[in-house]
T-cell receptor, first 117, second 111 residues
Framework: GAVVSQHPSWVICKSGTSVKIECRSL??????MFWYRQFPKQSLMLMAT?????????EQGVEKDKFLINHASLTLSTLTVTSAHPEDSSFYIC?????????????FGQGTRLTVV | DQQVKQNSPSLSVQEGRISILNCDYT??????FLWYKKYPAEGPTFLIS?????DKNEDGRFTVFLNKSAKHLSLHIVPSQPGDSAVYFC??????????FGTGTRLTIIP
């Protein structure tokens, strides 16, 4: 089946630095990708919808200047956490649906565990 | 407003018995429903889905039931196995809209 690859799987960074997370669709073209965040023992919270070639659509309460999303190609979306703070420590997950596939389920990346120290 | 709800945060089931996970939704526009399984520190993996035009879909040990009038769906796992221990999320969407997830149910299979 379709595969979405996310990198890195975990990262530790110092407070105030920026971290970039990549999300790639490996065998299909994704015009739309989604970025989620999961806090411990909570559901997946949609942060933003990444649209290829245009600006991302952010959910209410998500700071677009802090969580920069770039969807420069049909197979790659990146999420950059800028000026990271300890409260940004979380598990970030991307997903994409294959618009040409028979199934409509979303495929998820492996997730990125971000720890800001 | 939580449009997709999983009211049981946790569930324990004896190995070999049936596990039943429940999910309720409020948005009548949802026309496609999915179940995902998630292990700690990993992304969710797709399990099974159902379109709103159906009321049952079966795949091996997994069966999803949809009751549109009650806006309720359930996932049945039988027989339950230790490897089924994970957090299960139901999700829903319509058209090309984003997935809306429930809060998850932690399933523990007791050997």
């Amino acid at each position: 089946g379709a595969v979405v690859s996310q990198h890195p799987s975990w990262v530790i960074c110092k407070s105030g630095t920026s971290v970039k997370i990549e999300c790639r669709s490996l065998d299909f073209q994704a015009t739309t990708m989604f970025w989620y965040r999961q806090f411990p023992k909570q559901s997946l919270m949609l942060m933003a919808t990444s649209n290829e070639g245009s600006k991302a659509t952010y959910e209410q309460g998500v700071e677009k200047d802090k969580f920069l999303i770039n969807h420069a190609s049909l197979t790659l979306s990146t999420l950059t956490v800028t000026s990271a703070h300890p409260e940004d420590s979380s598990f970030y997950i991307c997903s994409a649906r294959d618009p040409a596939g028979q199934n409509t389920e979303a495929f998820f990346g492996q997730g990125t565990r971000l720890t800001v120290v | 407003d939580q449009q997709v709800k999983q009211n049981s945060p946790s569930l324990s089931v004896q190995e070999g018995r049936i596990s039943i996970l429940n999910c309720d939704y409020t948005n009548s526009m949802f026309d496609y429903f999915l179940w995902y399984k998630k292990y700690p520190a990993e992304g969710p993996t797709f399990l099974i889905s159902i379109s709103s035009i159906k009321d049952k879909n079966e795949d091996g040990r997994f069966t999803v039931f949809l009751n549109k009038s009650a806006k309720h769906l359930s996932l049945h796992i039988v027989p339950s196995q230790p490897g089924d221990s994970a957090v299960y999320f139901c999700a829903a969407f319509f058209g090309n809209e984003k997935l809306t997830f429930g809060t998850g149910t932690r399933l523990t299979i007791i050997p």
